[in-house]
Structures are given as structure tokens and as C-alpha cells.
């Protein structure tokens, strides 16, 4: 008896440490995931054949793809490797991990199924599309903001579909972004970017508040067309939270007057001004 | 890109106007509304707008006139929407004899218009058409400023042809 209670907490000893040993993995993976900016930039012999054609690839459902490296572009969320492909198609691809970040195709195999006029009958293709190239979709626990369709004009009509994680009322960096415009060459285009969050999402400078600040820069009365969002903008290897304010009036002649406002959401200080054409 | 390429600023709307039959290439970067451009010129303000008769009018050139301007771009808030008075800036510019001309439906900000448009004009400069050099400068100002804070640049609005090109150079049709 005495030694199978032995041999039983033996095991459970066993099992104990297994089971840190997979907490202490998933957080090691999960460091890495997060320290991206501190990773090693992908050779660029890895765009034209390795991960990145490989991703393409995937992407599109077509193996027949030739890529050409246009080189790398600095962006406020990283830098990108910039790719074409023979068929015309365009990408910047996350340079640290290949992941597609955003693309533009034309014509694509995988998305002539969404070729139909109805917005609501596409959702479910759009997101199916996503969850299959956006890695961490479920992980994330995106959530689906809104749809809309662009009418311009003779481009067509552009069908685009949003999704972000949240954080509160905050929208994180992390989203993905799908446009589809049917008439115009079936383009579409793709933009999603998975980051980690860095910063607490409580702002101390409420919404309202934040809105007053913005009007008062553009000497606006309440009158004006208020609204604004809380959002988590890169700042160099950190990230802020902001209220994105737009103010707007218009005149009796039909010119805007006003802008956006980017207001600190901690110190309610204003980060930006800038005025509307 | 090839063009001899003229940059006015603190320019009345007549003598904007007057060019407008003579070049191939059309860029207005200001104030605007529906139907008409705002220019500033000495503390005076003047526009150009599609079809008002108490000002300089795109529609009173005769149709063809502007045939060998290719592109008109009106970077200007609402520039593509019609106003009873004033008409719509990119519906006359075609009738008149622009090949493409492209506007934005809603209010844009200084900032991303400002960023939009370094972009668009490089791939075009690269050889791309209108409708590539709009969604690759969409993605671009996307990706730079956020879905958020687009500046209502992912509003513009094309009449004419989506597939010019304008480099190498030529002259519209």
C-alpha cells in the first residue's frame, strides 16, 4: 500500500513537471512571438524561395507563383520585405517572421467565389479567407467590427470587412482587414497584422473629454460632428493609447472645416493636429 | 516622370484655369467642396468649379477641349460630389475631354492626402495605372496610419478610365 501511494505520487510528480514543461515552452514561444522587434531580419534569398514563397503560395492556392524581391520598407509597425509576383500581384511581407501582412491580387483563384453583389451572403467566405491566412484568428478572438461597401465611381464598388482584437473599448494592433472590389479585375485586398499587446487599455481621459480637448483646438462647438475612437498606435518599439477625434463642420458653401485631433488617452495630452482639405 | 512640370502655389483659380487645356497632367492639392476647388491667391479667395456661372467653370470649355489632359486630380475634400449650384468636378472634366479624373467623396485629412499622394504619383511614375497606384497608396497610407485613421483617403472616386497610364508620358486622347 505504502509503496503504491509512493509509485501514485511519483507520477503525479511526474506529471506535474511535464506539465510545467509545457507552461515554460508555450511561454518561451510566446516571448518570442511577442519580441519580434528584437529577431533576426529574414535573409532576402528567403523571399524569392523559402518561407515567404512558401506563404504566397498558400495564399494564393497557386504553386506556379515567381516572385521578385522589391526589397525591404520601414513602417511604423516594422519593417517589410516589398514582393510582386509574375501575375501582378503585390505583398509586403513581415520581415522578421514572412508572415503575408498585406497583399493585393488580382484575379485570384481562391477568390473568385466571392464574386456576388450581396455584402451579407459574402461575410462567411470573407471569413473563412481570413481564418485561413490570418494565423492566430481564433487565438486572438478577433472580433468582427463592421462591413461596408465604397461606391467609387467607375473603380467600382469595394466590399471591405474589418475585424480586431479588443481590449475593453480599445482596438489593439492587431487586425486584419479584407477588400474585395468585384468590378474592378476581382482585386483583392488583404491587411492583417498580429502584434502583441504591450500596455495597459484603461484611459484615464475619458471619451468625452477627449472630445472636448479635440474641438476646443479647432475652436468647434458641440455642434460639430463628433466621433472618435480609442486605439493603440505603434510608438517606435512601445505602443500608446490614443483618442482618434474627428471634428467636423461644414459651411454654407459646402467646405469642411476642422480635423483629427490625437489625444493622449493617460495624459490627455494632444499628440497631433491635423486639419481637414 | 517625364513631364515638364510647373508647381504654383498662392495661384488665383483663373490662371489655374487657363493651363488646364494645355497640360496633360492635373494635381490640385487644397480646400474644396462639392463641385469646385478653393484657391487663395494675396488674401482673396477664388474657385474653379464644374458648372457655376458666376465663376470659372470647367463646363465652359467646349467638349474635346480638354482632350489632351490625361489625368485631373482633384485632391480636395468632397471634390467628387455634386452640388446643386456648382455641379460635379470629375462628371464636366470628362465630358470636357479628361480621360481619368478622380476626386474623393468625403472630407480628407492634410496629413494622409499628403502622404496619399507622394505614393499614388510614384507608381504611377513606376508605370502603373490609375486604379494600381490608387490601391497600392490606399494600402500604403493603411498600413502607416491605421484602418482608423485613414484620413478618408479609401473614399476617392474615379470617372474615366481606371487602367491609364501615364508614364511614359503622353497626352490624353
Redesign the interface.
Known amino acids: 500500500m505504502v509503496k503504491k501511494m509512493q509509485k501514485n505520487n511519483l507520477l503525479k510528480l511526474i506529471g506535474v513537471l511535464f506539465g510545467l514543461s509545457i507552461l515554460l515552452t508555450c511561454t518561451v514561444t510566446a516571448l518570442d512571438d511577442n519580441n519580434m522587434a528584437s529577431q533576426a531580419i529574414l535573409s532576402p534569398d528567403a523571399t524569392e524561395k523559402g518561407i515567404v514563397k512558401e506563404n504566397i503560395q498558400k495564399f494564393t492556392g497557386s504553386q506556379n507563383v515567381v516572385i521578385s524581391n522589391k526589397g525591404i520598407r520601414e513602417?511604423?509597425?516594422g519593417k517589410?520585405y516589398e514582393v510582386t509576383t509574375n501575375a501582378g500581384d503585390?505583398y509586403?511581407v513581415n520581415a522578421n517572421t514572412g508572415d503575408i501582412?498585406?497583399a493585393?491580387i488580382h484575379n485570384a483563384v481562391s477568390t473568385k467565389s466571392m464574386d456576388t453583389n450581396d455584402i451579407a451572403r459574402m461575410n462567411e467566405t470573407v471569413q473563412k479567407f481570413v481564418e485561413k491566412n490570418y494565423r492566430n484568428f481564433t487565438a486572438k478572438k478577433m472580433t468582427f467590427v463592421n462591413s461596408k461597401i465604397?461606391?467609387?465611381?467607375?473603380?467600382g464598388k469595394e466590399y471591405i470587412y474589418?475585424w480586431?482584437e479588443m481590449s475593453g473599448d480599445a482596438?489593439t494592433l492587431s487586425?486584419v482587414?479584407v477588400s474585395f472590389n468585384p468590378n474592378?479585375?476581382n482585386?483583392l485586398?488583404y491587411?492583417g497584422f498580429d502584434r502583441p499587446l504591450l500596455i495597459d487599455t484603461t484611459p484615464k481621459i475619458s471619451q468625452n473629454d477627449a472630445e472636448v480637448i479635440a474641438r476646443s483646438i479647432f475652436k468647434m462647438s458641440s455642434a460639430a460632428i463628433t466621433t472618435s475612437?480609442l486605439?493603440i498606435?505603434p510608438n517606435e518599439e512601445n505602443q500608446k493609447l490614443v483618442w482618434?477625434v474627428d471634428s467636423?463642420e461644414?459651411d454654407e458653401?459646402?467646405?469642411?472645416h476642422g480635423?483629427?485631433a490625437?489625444v493622449d488617452a493617460l495624459s490627455g495630452k494632444v499628440i497631433?493636429i491635423?486639419?481637414?482639405? | 516622370m517625364g513631364y515638364s512640370a510647373g508647381n504654383y502655389e498662392n495661384s488665383a483659380a483663373s490662371s489655374a484655369f487657363n493651363r488646364m487645356a494645355s497640360d496633360q497632367v492635373f494635381f490640385f492639392?487644397?480646400?474644396?467642396?462639392?463641385?469646385?476647388i478653393?484657391f487663395l491667391s494675396g488674401g482673396i479667395y477664388s474657385d474653379i468649379t464644374a458648372s457655376n456661372p458666376s465663376y470659372p467653370r470647367i463646363s465652359s470649355y467646349t467638349s474635346g477641349e480638354l482632350n489632351d489632359l490625361a489625368l485631373a486630380v482633384y485632391?480636395?475634400?468632397?471634390s467628387?460630389n455634386t452640388?446643386g449650384n456648382?455641379g460635379n468636378l470629375?462628371a464636366q472634366s470628362t465630358a470636357r475631354g479628361v480621360d481619368t479624373a478622380l476626386g474623393f467623396?468625403q472630407?480628407?485629412?492634410?496629413?494622409?492626402?499628403g502622404y496619399w499622394s507622394n505614393r499614388f504619383w510614384y507608381y504611377l511614375d513606376n508605370g502603373d495605372s490609375v486604379?494600381q497606384a490608387?490601391?497600392?497608396a490606399?494600402?500604403d497610407n493603411?498600413?502607416?496610419y491605421?484602418?482608423?485613421?485613414q484620413?478618408?483617403m479609401?473614399?476617392?472616386?474615379?470617372?474615366?478610365?481606371?487602367y491609364l497610364v501615364i508614364d511614359p508620358v503622353r497626352a490624353g486622347y
Not at chain 1, 465604397?150 to 473603380?155: E, L, S, T
Not at chain 1, 458653401?253 to 469642411?256: T, V
Not at chain 2, 472630407?107 to 492626402?113: G, L, V, W
Request: hydrophobic share 35%; proline share 3%; charged share 15%.
Open positions: 513602417f511604423p509597425l517589410m503585390r509586403y501582412e498585406v493585393t465604397i461606391d467609387h465611381g467607375d473603380a474589418y480586431n482596438y487586425s482587414m474592378l479585375d482585386t485586398t491587411i475612437k486605439v498606435v482618434i467636423i461644414l458653401k459646402g467646405l469642411s480635423g483629427k490625437t497631433s491635423n486639419p481637414v482639405l | 492639392d487644397g480646400h474644396g467642396g462639392p463641385g469646385f478653393q485632391m480636395a475634400c468632397s467628387a452640388d456648382s470629375l467623396s472630407s480628407i485629412d492634410s496629413e494622409q492626402s486604379s490608387i490601391g497600392a490606399n494600402a493603411q498600413v502607416t491605421g484602418y482608423w485613421n484620413g478618408g479609401d473614399t476617392h472616386v474615379v470617372q474615366g478610365n481606371n
